[in-house]
């Protein structure tokens, strides 16, 4: 069964920019929303962020330093992150709508997740 992949995350210092990708590690026919989570140690996972193919919207987040991007033809998302902070420590899960071909019904994939730390 394809998964999704994400990729990208590491040790960061302060004020540092990050890229992260998920994409999925085999062929998938297309993608429907998708999004970002992190989960903090000791915290819940909490969403950074969805998109469509239309709009992207956010969670509690500095819409200033997160920004998501797609592309369909990969079948790919990205999270770009400017002037890291500590605060955002986490592991960063991809997950979103996916189908496998065009006969198949849509299903909820989870990522296993990318850490990112943010630390000098």
């Known amino acids: 069964q394809v998964q999704l992949v994400e990729s990208g995350g590491g040790l960061v210092q302060p004020g540092g920019s990050l890229s992260l990708s998920c994409a999925p590690s085999g062929y998938i026919w297309s993608i429907g929303q998708m999004g970002w989570y992190r989960q903090a140690p000791g915290k819940e996972r909490a969403l950074v962020g969805f998109?469509?193919?239309?709009?992207?919207n956010y969670g509690d987040v500095p819409k200033d330093r997160f920004t998501i991007t797609r592309d369909n033809a990969e079948k790919t998302i990205y999270l770009h992150i400017n002037n890291l902070k500590p605060e955002d420590t986490a592991i960063y899960y991809c997950?979103?709508?996916?189908?496998?071909?065009?006969?198949?019904?849509?299903?909820?994939?989870w990522g296993q997740g990318t850490q990112v730390t943010v630390s000098s």
């Open positions: 998109t469509t193919r239309t709009e992207t």
């Open positions: 997950n979103g709508m996916v189908w496998d071909t065009e006969m198949s019904s849509a299903r909820n994939v």
